[in-house]
Nanobody, 123 residues
Framework: VQLQASGGGLVQAGNSLRLSCTASGRTFSADYAVGWFRQAPGTEREFVAATRQMEGTTFISDSVKGRFFIARDNAKNTVILQVNNLKPEDTGVYYC????????????????WGQGTLVTVSS
């Protein structure tokens, strides 16, 4: 499975971005959970959101709930992370990942990672 993350950029606080994660590879299927994580400089990579098509399950971190939304475009093998009302503390590299484990909120739940897309929020 190969993952390509895109959509990051430099925005002012209060604005929105639409991050995309496109999966490819003949083994990728609805069984895979796709998650988003972010990492600010000098910090651990933290869970943001995840979804699995097979069960229609979605998880959103409490730290971004109400501002971030995750959705899956099955026809395009793409998972969208809509990030609204951005704050300077949302700055970081956003990574998408895919995995087959039952749980979806830890880095260890994922086997495949994209290269990340940088989000910078100015105040």
């Amino acid at each position: 499975v190969q993952l390509q993350a895109s959509g990051g950029g430099l925005v002012q606080a209060g604005n929105s971005l639409r991050l995309s994660c496109t999966a490819s590879g003949r083994t990728f299927s609805a069984d895979y959970a796709v998650g988003w994580f972010r990492q600010a400089p000098g910090t651990e990579r933290e869970f943001v959101a995840a979804t699995r098509q097979m069960e229609g399950t979605t998880f959103i971190s409490d730290s971004v709930k109400g501002r971030f939304f995750i959705a899956r475009d099955n026809a395009k093998n793409t998972v969208i992370l809509q990030v609204n009302n951005l704050k300077p503390e949302d700055t970081g590299v956003y990574y998408c990942a895919a995995g087959l484990r039952d749980t979806m909120t830890s880095r260890s739940d994922y086997d495949f990672w994209g290269q990340g897309t940088l989000v910078t929020v100015s105040s």
